[in-house]
């Protein structure tokens, strides 16, 4: 005898709603197995990154800085002390030329030391290597109203800053912004 001969028709299809239930079940419980998986593909569906070792060396560079901002101007020089650093900080393969021409110009003036006494002493000390230097835009200096006299003395001025970016460049020197 079949085993939905023994139950009412009634019966028969109450079954069938319940195994739907019973399947959606064990659906949801699949589902929740498979959160965590889901959840860590969704936060990083294309993997991770890979880091590689890579040598530096022999490196000319010149940034062009113009910022009012003193955390950005301190964040140049950090960038280029490390760049000096993973370039071996040797000042025969490698330079590096901080080229200033904007609203950072009155950090660097002789008269501001009181205000910027912590910056200029991490830009000065950044050129005791003889790997970075820092010069000046005149043109762009004389604007803010400072002349040559006014400026720290680890600072080269230099006519124009345009003109030395391109002379720089023509000398092999890589452009940073």
């Not at 002789?110 to 003889?130: F, H, V």
Request: glycine fraction near 6%.
């Amino acid at each position: 005898m079949h085993p939905n001969a023994l139950h009412p028709p009634s019966a028969r299809r109450a079954s069938a709603p319940a195994a739907q239930a019973w399947a959606a079940l064990a659906g949801l419980l699949l589902a929740a197995a498979l959160l965590p998986d889901f959840a860590q593909a969704s936060e990083a569906p294309w993997g991770h990154a890979r880091a590689v070792e890579q040598a530096y060396g022999r490196q000319k560079v010149v940034y062009d800085v113009t910022t009012g901002s003193e955390a950005t101007m301190r964040g140049v020089i950090s960038r280029a002390m490390l760049l000096a650093d993973l370039n071996g900080s040797d000042p025969f393969d490698s330079r590096i030329v901080i080229l200033l021409h904007g609203n950072e110009i009155p950090f660097f003036s002789i008269r501001n030391y009181p205000k910027y006494r912590d910056l200029m002493q991490r830009a000065q000390s950044a050129t005791q290597s003889g790997i970075i230097e820092f010069r000046m835009c005149r043109l762009a200096a004389g604007m803010h109203g400072f002349q040559p006299e006014d400026i720290h003395g680890f600072v080269t001025l230099v006519p124009m800053a345009d003109a030395e970016i391109v002379r720089l460049q023509q000398e092999g020197y890589a452009y940073m912004r």
